[in-house]
């Protein structure tokens, strides 16, 4: 296929039918604009340099993967991918304090600066086998899709932009995060927003999911670590002393009960107890236990009264293990909050929403506005026009060793970023 006449890939890479979606409305100003932008001939012959990278943007994806980025050790993958932005033609690119990795291509008048964004980390350990392997075209490996698919894609459009002299109105930052996952508490984007260095007026994240994915709201979440601690001691000479486990187990049993009939009703909020740890043997009285919880919801006041459900629950097992201790100290209780991700909504009419939804439809997909906890928690908590849009092919397994991705029309995903960044950004 890549040895067709630039007419028949354009013949194929054009012909998309205009659908407006039965349950999501588009304003004829962004209709206008998006078809604008789509018929523009620099924007054109760049769709078409996107089908005709495939090849490079799939190696970038594959070399990418095979760099460990394990929670708060992003580094190495940071450093290649600053390298891989300045190949693809930016020219000012640099990695700030925290970790991220920004590049910045100039518009016309820059008056505003137009964020597009994928995130460096992945959930796995340090050690972690990530070399990708092919079996029928499809790749496997840890974090090949969430989220080193969206930093591919986002060379690739670095690549295109510049390739192909498009030149924006606004300026583009290319940006790379770090913190994304798990225990990162969104800490990248968070540094960035509280900094504005560089100020950031719109932020389009790809982050996971298929095509068609216009993600407007913000699912939020409070995560706790919760300890209980005693002295510890031989599980027959010491007998009658606090037990840790069995206060936490307690704890959890309350918890559950009073979670499970808060949530049966209203907006939906979920739970889940994800690690438990402590002990030393079979035979030893623990001198600690803990465990992580993590409580998301889509509306936020719910989060704080799962979280005071989550403090009864666990001091009624702390009052109820040192009632029945026999001998020593009473048992201690820490709960630690260790993630805060925040909640909100970008309205649908908004111009970035319209937008990401016009061109999605222009594209022949049918757009769907859905809810996730993204680096876009933070720019939409804000009140900052912020959107996660899908990475396009095929993929499951994700946040599992057996994470795979095809490359199942995967140029198309990356056509729509650029024309939604473009129809934000503006062109010359």
Do not use: C
């Not at 037990?243 to 209203?266: C, M, Q, R, S, W």
């Not at 201790?325 to 319209?354: C, F, H, M, Y």
């Amino acid at each position: 296929m890549k040895n067709f006449p630039l007419l028949i890939i354009s013949l194929i890479v054009f012909n998309f039918s205009f659908s407006q979606s039965k349950n999501l409305k588009a304003d004829d100003i962004y209709i206008k604009n998006i078809k604008k932008i789509a018929n523009n001939k620099k924007v054109k012959k760049a769709f078409n340099y996107i089908f005709e990278v495939e090849e490079k943007t799939n190696k970038n994806l594959i070399e990418l993967t095979e760099i460990e980025a394990p929670p708060f050790k992003e580094e190495k993958r940071a450093k290649e991918f600053a390298e891989r932005l300045k190949l693809a033609g930016i020219k000012k690119v640099w990695i700030d304090s925290i970790g991220n990795v920004i590049g910045l291509l100039e518009g016309s008048t820059g008056n505003k600066n137009i964020a597009i964004n994928a995130h460096l980390d992945t959930v796995f350990p340090e050690g972690t086998d990530v070399k990708v392997e092919i079996k029928n075209d499809t790749l496997f490996a840890p974090g090949i899709g969430d989220d080193t698919r969206g930093l591919a894609m986002i060379l690739t459009i670095a690549e295109t932009l510049v390739k192909n002299e498009i030149k924006p109105v606004d300026n583009i930052l290319f940006v790379g995060t770090v913190g994304e996952e798990g225990l990162g508490d969104l800490r990248g984007v968070r540094y960035l927003f509280k900094n504005n260095d560089p100020k950031i007026d719109s932020w389009i994240a790809i982050d996971g999911g298929s095509i068609g994915r216009v993600n407007n709201q913000a699912l939020g979440s409070y995560r706790y670590e919760v300890i209980f601690e005693g002295p510890g001691g031989h599980s027959w000479g010491a007998f009658g002393l606090v037990n840790p486990h069995h206060a936490l187990g307690v704890g959890i049993k309350n918890f559950v009960e009073k979670a499970d009939i808060y949530t049966k009703t209203g907006p939906k909020t979920s739970y889940n107890v994800g690690i438990i740890a402590g002990g030393t043997s079979i035979n030893s009285i623990p001198f600690k236990s803990s465990m992580q919880i993590d409580i998301r919801s889509i509306e936020p006041n719910r989060l704080n009264d799962m979280e005071e459900i989550l403090h009864n629950s666990m001091n009624e097992a702390l009052d109820k293990q040192n009632e029945i201790k026999r001998i020593g100290p009473d048992l201690k209780l820490t709960i630690n909050k260790i993630g805060n991700r925040p909640s909100g909504k970008v309205d649908e009419s908004v111009a970035l929403i319209q937008k990401s939804i016009v061109a999605t439809q222009y594209m022949g997909i049918e757009p769907r506005l859905t809810i996730g906890s993204t680096d876009s928690n933070i720019p939409i908590s804000l009140g900052f026009p912020a959107v996660t849009i899908g990475r396009g092919g095929d993929g499951g397994g994700a946040h599992s060793l057996d994470e795979w991705w095809l490359n199942k029309d995967g140029y198309k995903s990356i056509q729509l970023a650029l024309l939604i960044l473009l129809s934000e950004s503006g062109i010359n």
